[in-house]
């Protein structure tokens, strides 16, 4: 028992609230905000060091036995990725101080990305089939309200596609945890586990873990489903676009990761060729759009789809390279995706447009913020020193062991493709003639914009470089993904 | 009893998906409320209907309503009431300012080329 566990999720939660009051008040919004996130980053980063030193942590909600009451599960997957939630949500809200504008700081932007991080978090730590489906409720009703918030036209006409689509991927989650508790007779994710070891996967499990795929891959937007992605993420202003584009596809990934590792692994030959295929694809229809767009927002969210595309490739390896690969590339890529959006925020700010036929030679006037775009750019395609690089290694290393040359292969292409969409915009936006400025720049907007995405592209470097240091918690994070006994254990064994 | 259930969810998830498929934003509302009434009834079903006495435990019981569906049919219908409720607020907001409820008039956008 250890309530410490729940202080990540609890503390956004009860800011939350106190930001619901005020509401007119910007300064106390604001500093609320930070010393909420900055409260909530000790926590969780105290929450690792625990998970790393004593193993996973459980609380079992009300003290009932373990398979009976909800259980909220603290192991190195879920801890890092909330902390790395909580740093990104710091490093944005620290951004939109200067774009989000101030209607929107007055109209509870502030409690809509404290309850967002509520849910992520929550999702992330739940050990509950149906308590993950609230915190996915929790974290799309605040997500309705930042992607609708400020009623421009085209955020509400995008709103209401984003809405019906998530409903409806709802009641596909209600409709397979039905059928999953019809099966197994329990909710409890480490009880589940082992129920469906028990019965040895008969094929309707199978058919629930195709469901869940469908479910989640509406979330995570792999191949079939990311058709609403592009239009919807192009729609609220681009600290919100970061928020989002950085965390929620996440969410729906670490779903598919927790399910297709705990659950359903005694058919591999189906469900996880399955997800190899659709990760294919969707690695293949993203690199399609990056390359398609000269919309600037447009080839860093297909970027999105690529990102999901090749962690789930590492997912469905099932072998501890693939899964290792998957998990430092998940976090890579939530800080590198905040990065750029932040990146191209500025950008759209100092040019007035997100047309990148209208740029061009910002590298004169901007030297500062071409080389930070350059070296994120990079990162993101995962040339060497960089962050995406370990990831991306471990991932094909991976594919290489379970025996998908091929498949391996175009993941490497994938990666050149990544590095020419976003060379493009470097080279559209910051070299030749001088092009579109906006005249609205002011220099100190603009540098109080440049300080925190600096700082997250400096961040990302040192994820990179440290990668030796981050290895243990890694490792740690890839043995519980690898062998679901060890959640079980924590689980069945802690809650007595 | 599970027969009749399954036609009537089938019934229901049959009428919300040609709601939703239609061009009026109201209709595709009230799919999605049908949609989430079927998933919950079919929450019920699959909990199965062995027993008629309420769900309550005591030692020696054997005839008794598995609570759990119950409780998780609860937790829907409350989200499923707040999500309809948000997106009804949301399609009349839209309505006044795009000046339509048809959905193929709001794709594509103008501030794109």
């Known amino acids: 028992m250890n309530n410490f566990l729940l202080l990540p999720i609890i503390i956004p939660f009860f800011f939350a609230m106190i930001l619901m009051f005020g509401q007119k008040n910007i300064a106390y919004q604001r500093v609320t905000t930070l010393l909420g996130l900055i409260i909530s980053i000790i926590c969780a980063a105290g929450l690792v060091m625990n998970v790393h030193e004593n193993g996973p942590q459980t609380v079992t909600l009300g003290n009932w036995p373990a398979p009976f009451g909800i259980t909220m599960m603290g192991d190195m997957v879920s801890s890092l990725l909330m902390l790395t939630t909580l740093v990104l949500a710091f490093f944005i809200v620290w951004y939109g101080f200067e774009s989000i504008g101030r209607k929107r700081e007055q109209f509870f932007y502030y409690p809509g990305v404290m309850f967002i991080i509520t849910g992520v978090n929550g999702a992330f730590t739940t050990g509950d089939i149906f308590n993950l489906f609230v915190f996915f409720e929790v974290l799309l009703m605040a997500s309705y309200l930042l992607i609708v918030l400020g009623g421009e036209k085209a955020q509400l006409r995008e709103s209401i596609k984003y809405i019906l689509v998530n409903v409806i991927s709802s009641a596909l989650f209600v409709i397979t945890v039905a059928f999953l508790y019809s099966v197994v007779g329990t909710l409890n994710m480490a009880d589940i586990s082992l129920q469906i070891a028990e019965i040895n996967q008969p094929g309707i499990i199978t058919v629930i873990a195709v469901l869940f795929l469908l479910v989640f891959g509406m979330k995570a937007a792999i191949f079939p489903l990311y058709f609403w992605l592009p239009g919807s993420y192009a729609a609220p202003p681009i600290p919100v676009l970061a928020l989002f584009g950085a965390l929620l596809t996440k969410v729906g990934v670490y779903a598919i990761t927790r399910t297709y590792t705990l659950f359903f692994t005694h058919d591999l030959g189906y469900t996880h060729q399955l997800l190899l295929i659709l990760a294919v694809l969707t690695i293949i229809a993203g690199c399609i759009g990056a390359l398609a767009h000269f919309d600037v927002k447009q080839i860093i969210i297909y970027n999105i789809v690529i990102a999901v595309g090749v962690i789930l490739f590492g997912v469905a390896q099932m072998n501890e390279a693939g899964l290792e690969g998957a998990f430092v590339y998940l976090i890579h890529d939530m800080i590198i995706k905040a990065a750029l959006f932040m990146l191209i925020g500025i950008v759209i700010y100092v040019t007035g447009t997100t047309n990148l036929r209208k740029m061009g030679g910002l590298i004169q006037t901007y030297p500062a913020l071409g080389w930070f775009f350059l070296i994120a750019g990079l990162g993101l395609a995962g040339v060497p020193p960089l962050s995406g690089f370990i990831g991306k290694l471990l991932i094909i290393q991976g594919g290489f062991e379970a025996g998908n040359i091929w498949s391996s292969i175009l993941i490497l292409a994938s990666s050149i493709v990544v590095l020419l969409s976003v060379m493009r915009i470097f080279i559209y936006a910051f070299w030749g003639e001088e092009g579109q400025l906006s005249n609205e720049v002011q220099k100190k907007t603009y540098n109080r914009l440049f300080i925190p995405t600096a700082l997250l592209v400096v961040l990302s470097i040192f994820y990179g470089i440290g990668t030796e240091w981050l290895m243990p918690f890694m490792g740690d994070a890839a043995k519980i993904l690898l062998d679901p006994s060890i959640y079980t254990d924590a689980v069945m064994k802690g809650g007595e | ?113």
Do not use: N
């Open chain 2, 1 to 113: 009893m599970e027969i009749v259930m399954a036609f009537v969810c089938g019934f229901l998830f049959m009428a919300a998906i040609y709601l939703i498929l239609s061009r009026s934003l109201l209709r595709i509302i009230i799919g999605t409320g049908l949609l989430s009434h079927g998933a919950h009834l079919l929450i019920l079903t699959m909990g199965s209907f062995k027993g008629s006495a309420p769900p309550v435990l005591k030692d020696g019981v054997t005839d008794f309503a598995d609570p759990l569906p119950q409780a998780l049919i609860l937790t829907a219908i409350v989200i499923s009431f707040g999500v309809t409720a948000f997106f009804l607020v949301l399609a009349y907001r839209a309505y006044h300012e795009l000046k339509t409820d048809d959905m193929t008039l709001m794709k594509g956008s103008e501030d794109h080329e």
